[in-house]
C-alpha cells in the first residue's frame, strides 16, 4: 500500500498493487480474477493505468 497526496494536496489516496507467486498459471488466473472482483465489487479497482512514478512526481 502506497499513500500519495491526493490531487488537490487535501487528503490522502492510496495505490495497491498485488502480485501473486504460484507455480501454476491457472492458481494465478484465479486469484487475479477473485482479486478484481472483490475490489471491483467494494468500488476500490480504478479502470484505468496509473504509472506510479509519475503521479508521485506530479503530487510532490
Not at 6 to 12: E, Q
Amino acid at each position: 500500500m502506497l499513500p500519495v497526496k491526493n490531487a488537490a494536496g487535501t487528503g490522502t489516496e492510496y495505490i495497491v498493487e498485488l502480485s501473486f507467486k504460484t507455480d501454476d498459471y491457472a492458481d494465478a488466473a484465479r486469484l487475479h480474477s477473485d482479486a478484481i472482483a472483490v475490489a471491483d465489487g467494494h468500488g476500490w479497482l480504478y479502470h484505468g493505468d496509473i504509472l506510479k512514478t509519475q503521479l508521485i512526481l506530479d503530487r510532490y
